[in-house]
């Protein structure tokens, strides 16, 4: 079923510099990742083939756009919507890729024929680390924390929903969950099962990476389906268009099906290390985050206010909807990780409460952001609640009552990280300061 | 939240007769059981109520037709699309409600000020078993032991999905759930779960009960999205309108999601006596048969074939479709059955292979009778495969061959059970009997 491509030519010719080389789960192939590169270089690398490769034309011929995700598969080459989309000569940091193994240190042409490969590529926007501030672990650097935990998510992520047959809808899972976004939710997962872990910092994010990966999978389902016509009816989502758009609704309906499937079936299987009643109870949690007491009650709820004004609705009903919309996953990820990191129940629940008051926390400051900040500096259309007539926190009690609200709820969610070893906290404090203080 | 209703006037005038209470999980509800009823008395004994109560008004003015599954809650009364659409005298077996506790013997008015209270009833339209039927336990009698298990299922379902906050959803989850169907894949899990289990057979089921709801969950499930307008754009599932024509379409997609979330809350925290790692197995088993390897697989594939013509598909891709679309669900229930009954890996295996045979089965026969039998012996429009010039399998191999080919599906399938003892391996024997001889 798959088709073949020219393995990545890594000569200094293309100026793409060969990193690393790690087995994956398929033997037949092999995680590439280059780094330093310019797509269309690097897009040329890919096309130099036999002359009766049809698809290097194919493939030159989309114009070298923003480059996010990009699968090269046979018959099912997908070029219109998720490939290559940059101005030709940013420089990007890294690049994964999947190719047949065992790679040669020069590379050769793979026999085609025989051997047919697929690749998969995804583009990480994320900065890696500089040496500079991996040198002093003496001080947290919030920073370089997100990038590292980010990196490491993404490149699980990846791995997870890899390239298979049926092609089109692993394409269409991978499309919108590769996109990009900030890993709020699996590095909350992370950092909390590193918070009652106890033992080594890498190990106990391991426990929770799978779980991790879990709640991006909700999430990024739940953006899929909330962007449907019959729901918000969003045509670009991440700066590219929404799933339904470049895929069609059929297939964005089922991608979200499947991802939320996947992530049952990822955390279920792929948790390893960790008591099977632990990660029972991490199932119920998760699942209990999605349906009718989760995200699901907010989107309902928020369809039955449409055509009520929503400026009558009430504080009540505000908080309702966005505890469910925002605040029941972002609970989730921090239990999931609490759980899965051995977390007395006590520690749990203490943790539950933090994840509640920054969910909530997390919808006042865009609330704030969105009469304080200009369009640019928000990277979205502000001011979009007030002309809308929205129900907004400012609206309802003020700017400066609800600068001190989202004060408070900060200032709760670190009272309930005051039990733990200060160290260990750092990175939960680091997300809540994170949350309260962004400036988009 | 709730508004209040009338409770059942189980008086003789009104010729009901109060068969069973029992508790429920919530301290606020009885379950109630009446049999033997006509829906339009029924309608009247719940709309008596004190004066000011507009409801019952409400309620009376619906037309009395058909009636599958009624809800009466305040404010989010829903009247207009399940309730009440049948032929006035029919008489029906047995009525189930949730009716506020403690009931007492004589009803009288709640005092609705201080107590508000829902009600919710479903309407079951499986027989149920004559006392001749279950005075035989020597023979095996296929229909007692389907009906009684359906009744089981169907009791099982509507304590799980109950109506709660914010109604609208899971009214609309209710709708589809609990609109009759043949009980198939939960009979399945819960037969695959008595053969293994050893013990008692009552107990052996309790196992895989909520495995056996969970099936039926994300089967229906599957059918409202599959009915959406962007998929198969169909009106009519099981003689009423699709969730969608009911609900609106970004209900539908809601109910879908919170099925199939609800589905692994309820696997994973309802199933009690079982071990955790062997829940946690049907969890994976659960997740895998929806996604990419499952139910989507099927669907996508389905869809990329469109336009293609459907001739022009191969055995291989026809069973691909058809063992995705159908086989995998009947096997994850048989298997999880299995599995929580505590099966050893061998047996577990044994019943997979089951499964694949009656799973491909179903569909062999299901071509054979589009070509032979009318649309009146089917329910449905007959030689519809072959007016729309669709790939079956009489045609691709012929009718006899097609016979053929189903009667050594189903040797292959009893085969597997050989191993176990014949009393207990009865039901799944029948099963496959039922769906190899059926003639609808």
């Given at each position: 079923m798959y088709g073949w491509v020219a393995p990545l030519d890594v000569s200094t010719s293309h100026s793409l510099k060969l990193r690393t080389l790690k087995p994956t789960h398929n033997p037949l192939f092999t995680l590439l990742s280059v780094e330093n590169f310019q797509p269309r270089k690097l897009l040329k690398a890919l096309s130099l083939g036999p002359p009766h490769c049809e698809h290097k034309h194919q493939l030159l011929s989309v114009p070298p756009r923003k480059m996010r995700s990009m699968t090269l598969v046979d018959p099912w080459l997908q070029t219109s919507s998720s490939v290559f989309n940059h101005p030709t000569q940013t420089q990007y940091r890294s690049f994964l890729a999947l190719i047949q193994s065992p790679i040669k240190s020069t590379p050769t042409w793979p026999n085609y024929r025989s051997t047919p490969l697929a690749i998969s590529a995804v583009i990480t926007k994320e900065e890696t680390a500089t040496e500079d501030e991996t040198q002093n672990p003496t001080t947290f650097n919030f920073k370089t924390y997100m990038a590292q935990k980010a990196s490491l998510?993404?490149?699980?992520?990846?791995?997870?929903?890899?390239?298979?047959?049926?092609?089109?809808?692993?394409?269409?899972?991978?499309?919108?969950?590769?996109?990009?976004?900030?890993?709020?939710?699996?590095?909350?997962?992370?950092?909390?099962?590193?918070?009652v872990g106890g033992g080594h910092h890498h190990s106990a994010a391991a426990a929770a990476l799978p779980?991790?990966?879990?709640?991006?999978?909700?999430?990024?389902?739940?953006?899929?389906?909330?962007?449907?016509?019959?729901?918000?009816?969003?045509?670009?989502?991440?700066?590219?268009?929404?799933?339904?758009?470049?895929?069609?609704?059929?297939?964005?309906?089922?991608?979200?099906?499947?991802?939320?499937?996947?992530?049952?079936?990822?955390?279920?299987?792929?948790?390893?290390?960790?008591?099977?009643?632990?990660?029972?109870?991490?199932?119920?949690?998760?699942?209990?985050?999605?349906?009718?007491?989760?995200?699901?009650?907010?989107?309902?709820?928020?369809?039955?206010?449409?055509?009520?004004?929503?400026?009558?609705?009430?504080?009540?009903?505000?908080?309702?909807?966005?505890?469910?919309?925002?605040?029941?996953?972002?609970?989730?990820?921090?239990?999931?990780?609490?759980?899965?990191?051995?977390?007395?129940?006590?520690?749990?629940?203490?943790?539950?409460?933090?994840?509640?008051?920054?969910?909530?926390?997390?919808?006042?400051?865009?609330?704030?952001?969105?009469?304080?900040?200009?369009?640019?500096?928000?990277?979205?259309?502000?001011?979009?609640?007030?002309?809308a007539d929205k129900a907004t926190y400012p609206k309802l009690m003020g700017l400066d009552k609800s600068r001190e609200f989202a004060d408070k709820l900060n200032e709760e969610a670190k009272e309930q990280l005051s039990g733990f070893d200060p160290d260990k906290a750092a990175p939960l404090v680091a997300l809540a300061d994170y949350i309260a203080y962004r400036q988009n």
């Amino acid at each position: 079923m798959y088709g073949w491509v020219a393995p990545l030519d890594v000569s200094t010719s293309h100026s793409l510099k060969l990193r690393t080389l790690k087995p994956t789960h398929n033997p037949l192939f092999t995680l590439l990742s280059v780094e330093n590169f310019q797509p269309r270089k690097l897009l040329k690398a890919l096309s130099l083939g036999p002359p009766h490769c049809e698809h290097k034309h194919q493939l030159l011929s989309v114009p070298p756009r923003k480059m996010r995700s990009m699968t090269l598969v046979d018959p099912w080459l997908q070029t219109s919507s998720s490939v290559f989309n940059h101005p030709t000569q940013t420089q990007y940091r890294s690049f994964l890729a999947l190719i047949q193994s065992p790679i040669k240190s020069t590379p050769t042409w793979p026999n085609y024929r025989s051997t047919p490969l697929a690749i998969s590529a995804v583009i990480t926007k994320e900065e890696t680390a500089t040496e500079d501030e991996t040198q002093n672990p003496t001080t947290f650097n919030f920073k370089t924390y997100m990038a590292q935990k980010a990196s490491l998510i993404n490149r699980a992520l990846d791995e997870a929903v890899s390239l298979k047959d049926p092609p089109m809808i692993h394409e269409a899972m991978r499309y919108s969950l590769l996109a990009g976004g900030k890993r709020v939710r699996p590095v909350l997962c992370l950092a909390a099962c590193e918070l009652v872990g106890g033992g080594h910092h890498h190990s106990a994010a391991a426990a929770a990476l799978p779980a991790a990966c879990a709640v991006e999978m909700i999430h990024t389902m739940s953006l899929i389906h909330d962007d449907l016509p019959c729901m918000d009816d969003d045509d670009l989502r991440r700066g590219q268009p929404t799933t339904h758009k470049a895929f069609g609704e059929d297939v964005a309906v089922l991608a979200g099906d499947s991802l939320l499937a996947f992530a049952f079936e990822h955390l279920s299987t792929a948790t390893v290390g960790v008591p099977p009643a632990r990660i029972l109870a991490a199932v119920g949690e998760l699942a209990k985050s999605i349906g009718t007491e989760g995200l699901v009650a907010g989107q309902v709820v928020d369809i039955i206010s449409t055509g009520i004004s929503t400026v009558g609705l009430g504080l009540d009903q505000l908080e309702f909807i966005h505890v469910h919309k925002t605040a029941v996953l972002l609970e989730a990820s921090v239990v999931l990780g609490a759980i899965l990191g051995g977390g007395s129940d006590e520690q749990v629940e203490r943790l539950r409460r933090f994840a509640r008051c920054i969910g909530l926390l997390f919808q006042v400051v865009d609330d704030i952001l969105d009469v304080t900040r200009s369009s640019e500096e928000l990277g979205k259309t502000a001011g979009k609640d007030l002309a809308a007539d929205k129900a907004t926190y400012p609206k309802l009690m003020g700017l400066d009552k609800s600068r001190e609200f989202a004060d408070k709820l900060n200032e709760e969610a670190k009272e309930q990280l005051s039990g733990f070893d200060p160290d260990k906290a750092a990175p939960l404090v680091a997300l809540a300061d994170y949350i309260a203080y962004r400036q988009n």
